[in-house]
């Protein structure tokens, strides 16, 4: 396969078809982008709650954490490997399952959660800068942390990479340097006995790791689709899914080690400072110097949502990288004016949100992987997905909706989010397992709907040449 010697520094495609000669890069770069991504002051915090909130000790609390990337991972490592094999980012290859106008409800929950995340990044990136410069307000730091990611986002796809490719093995090695100085310095008693097992406080952490890898399901190959098509579905999907895997993991376990390192009560981000000592200036100018890197995907994911959507309406309408640049800037500051204006409890407004947005992506993850794995097994009619009619996928797709309603209704019972609680989350000390009986019933019913659908067709055709 012909691809190209050299790609250029900013990126020309927003959510158009890469072609073989514009593909570029190494499968390995999916490790480095998920691994170095992940070592950042959010997963660092959602995997504090493990102890914290839920009560855990140290070894349950490290248990749950492992068991909820190992299997979420897998699910967004799924998603990854269709980037090679399709060339367009997640949310345009949903019109193949939704169709042309039924993919744009997903299409708008995902581009809200990025900007979510966005948000909170760049609000914990105004403190990290404030941690590290007193004399450096939160709401200039929001500002700052802003601009840099934005910069990045702009330049695109290939930048993205080459920072994480360097920041792997910065960050690898500091937040090594960060666990060997904590765990030599430990500045209470119950470090190892505070917390207890609980089963619904494993089961709250097992959720939130997994939960944590499924979020990035909307636009995990959105950063593959460049690669050579002949790099295989099965090593894009390894090295997606050791990388975030196990970066995220570490984040995870790191959060949870220095609040046990600390005494109790204290903020993550504060305790992180305290319990790294003499190396915490360091380390939270490598966490800022991540958020800022990582936070452009999402930049990058919520520009590409919305021109996904523009041109679902506007067929004719080609952008450039002049429309993303310009649609980053506006994205960019509305995200400022919100950040600083709610930055004292922003964080926990933003978990709320992604916990009840995680309700409606679910059964989403599930009809896109069964219909790519299962169904068309990775063959799609690229120029009908990008048809204002959805050319052979049509504009609605009625067994898609049907399955993703379904899967989202028989989730409620056990959901635990700040809308609503279920009878079941309740009956389990809130507990939320919600994703799991999502995907578990979705995945069945969305196979069986899709191919009784497959075969009515096949039979009408048959009947159709018999009759001629």
Known sequence: MTTATSAPLIEKHTIGYVPPQDRHGK??????????????????????????????????????????????????????AQGPQMGIPQMIQSRAQFGSLGALLVVVIAGVMY???????????????????????????????????????????????????????????GIVLGFGYILSHIQ???????????????????????????????????????????????????????????????????GAVAVLATPAGMDTMDAVKLATGSIGPLMLV???????????????????????????????????????????????????????????????????????????LVPWTAINLIDFYAIHKGKYDIDSIFRVDGGIYGRYNPQALLAYAIGIVVQIPFMNTPLYVGSVSAYIDGADLSWLVGLLVTSPLYYWLASRDSAYRRRQMSMQLAMQ
Do not use: E
């Open 188 to 254: 209470t008693a119950d470090f190892l006995t505070r917390g207890s097992f609980n089963i619904s406080g494993w089961l709250a952490t097992v959720s939130l790791a997994a939960l944590w890898q499924i979020a990035f399901a909307p636009y995990v190959s959105d950063y593959s689709r460049y690669l050579p098509q002949d790099v295989g579905v099965a090593s894009t999907f390894w090295a997606t899914y050791l990388g975030s895997a196990l970066g995220s993991s570490l984040s995870f376990v790191f």
């Open 286 to 360: 490598l966490f800022l110097l991540s958020v800022i890197s990582h936070n452009a995907l999402n930049l990058y994911g919520a520009v590409l949502s919305l021109i996904t959507l523009v041109q679902t309406f506007a067929h004719r309408w080609i952008p450039t990288a002049k429309s993303r640049a310009v649609l980053s800037l506006v994205v960019l500051s509305g995200c400022c004016v919100a950040a600083v204006g709610a930055s004292a409890d922003f964080i926990g407004h933003f978990v709320d949100m992604v916990l009840a947005l995680l309700v409606v």
């Open 115 to 173: 900007i979510g995340f966005f948000a909170s990044n760049i609000v914990l990136a105004g403190k990290s800068l404030h941690g590290v410069v007193d004399s450096v307000p939160v709401p200039v730091g929001i500002v700052i942390g802003a601009l840099g990611s934005g910069i990045i986002g702009i330049i695109g796809y290939r930048f993205i990479h080459v920072l994480n490719r360097i920041g792997t093995w910065v960050l690898g090695v």
């Open 27 to 80: 499968v390995r770069d999916l490790f480095t982008l998920w691994f170095g991504g992940n070592i950042a002051p959010l997963p660092i915090v959602t995997g504090a709650l493990g102890v914290q909130l839920f009560g855990l000790n140290l070894v349950w609390g490290i248990i749950a954490i492992l068991v909820g990337h190992l299997v979420g991972g897998v699910l967004m490592a799924l998603h990854s």
